[in-house]
């Protein structure tokens, strides 16, 4: 057949498909699709319903008395849109709202692990999302006050399982890392100076008179000091530790001899190449010992590649699946807190890359929890 011919066959066929009026698909009277029942449910069943809560969970507002009323909780997520402490890109206050799309396909019904055969979210503890604290972005002492009321309010309030438990615990989901500091300042109310392991690319432990303090103290307080703060306000432990640190440093000695005075020890990126996961979950044990734990986890910790979108990435980082692996080795630890910050999803990819890994260290965070109650 000439190429002539095919083209009038072609053409022939769809003036014949846009004929009107058209056949018929079914007979007079008869429906062409099932009847559905007018019962059927329009309230649950799609995790993409409703209001963005983290994995679905039930969303309480924790901050109000009026509105938490009996609702109890044993493990709280909590959003801190804060990144005007950022000394590079700022997008991090818009990492809370970032992470929750993240973990939209998550559920309740739809979260057991094929590691351990547990789901969190179906444990003894009550797994809620407070919101984010509203959070003004022109003045950073007013914010971090608002943030360091929401904390101590949050996890103030009567635990769902007390026999777990006499306080709820805070998963934060920031916002660059200065807010990290009001974290620690409620877990030190209930339960004293806590053992800091800070997954992250940079010391953070800056002297303020280093990084923004020579321009003025308001400057001074900022996502690459507070760990320097914390220690100051007596809220750490001596035996903290970073993990997946590359990052260059202002002064050659002083970073790190000022480092160690703030009472952390150091896995750097490149150590995970010589002793492998199962080495780096050892340090980390060996360091915190018994202590009461915080988690926080900078996004910047994994490479550009898992996690472009963030406010200083920084090459040669981890993979997701490797932070993800020592994260669960850290399960029989008492952690008392943790968060994940720093995600600035305009700088993410259209596939979410940099959200889908926070949204899985957030749970993570949760697993752990779960799996070690921690009593006063």
Not at 61 to 83: H, M, Q, T, W
Not at 170 to 194: C, F, N
Request: include cysteine; aromatic fraction near 8%.
């Amino acid at each position: 057949m000439h190429l002539r011919d095919v083209m009038f066959v072609l053409g022939a066929a769809r003036t014949r498909a846009w004929e009107f009026p058209q056949k018929p698909m079914s007979m007079p009277g008869q429906k062409l699709f099932p009847v559905i029942n007018n019962n059927i449910d329009i309230v649950t069943g799609s995790q993409f319903n409703g209001l963005a809560t983290y994995a679905n969970l039930p969303y309480v507002n924790c901050l109000s008395d009026e509105e938490v009323r009996d609702k109890k909780y044993d493990i709280a997520i909590l959003g801190a849109p804060f990144d005007t402490g950022v000394t590079a890109r700022p997008g991090a206050r818009y990492g809370p709202r970032g992470i929750r799309i993240g973990s939209e396909r998550k559920a309740e019904d739809f979260a057991w692990s094929v590691y351990t055969g547990r789901n969190p979210l179906q444990s003894w503890a009550t797994v809620v999302d407070c919101g984010d604290v509203p959070l003004t972005w022109l003045d950073n002492n007013v914010a971090l006050a608002q943030l360091d009321k929401a904390h101590t309010v949050a996890s103030g309030r009567k635990p769902s399982n007390e026999s777990y438990s006499a306080h709820p615990r805070i998963i934060t989901l920031g916002g660059d890392h200065t807010t990290t500091l009001s974290a620690l300042r409620s877990t030190h109310k209930h339960w004293g100076p806590v053992s800091v392991i800070h997954f992250d690319s940079h010391i953070d432990t800056w002297d303020p008179a280093v990084l923004g303090g020579g321009i003025s103290d308001y400057a001074g307080l900022n996502h690459g000091t507070f760990l320097h703060i914390a220690h100051e306000e007596g809220l750490i432990r001596n035996t903290s530790i970073h993990a997946g640190i590359r990052a260059p440093l202002a002064r050659r000695k002083g970073d790190m001899r000022n480092d160690i005075r703030c009472g952390f020890a150091i896995v750097k990126a490149r150590d995970l190449d010589k002793i492998g996961t199962a080495g780096v979950i050892s340090q980390i044990k060996e360091r915190v010992g018994d202590s009461k734990v915080y988690i926080s986890v900078d996004i910047d910790v994994l490479d550009p590649a898992f996690a472009p979108a963030t406010g200083t990435p920084e090459p040669g980082g981890w993979s997701s699946r490797e932070l993800l692996t020592i994260l669960d080795g850290l399960n029989d630890l008492d952690i008392v807190g943790g968060d994940v910050v720093e995600v600035s999803p305009i700088y993410d990819t259209s596939g979410q890359t940099t959200a889908l890994a926070a949204a899985e260290i957030v749970f993570s965070l949760i697993e752990l929890m779960v799996d070690n109650p921690v009593r006063n």
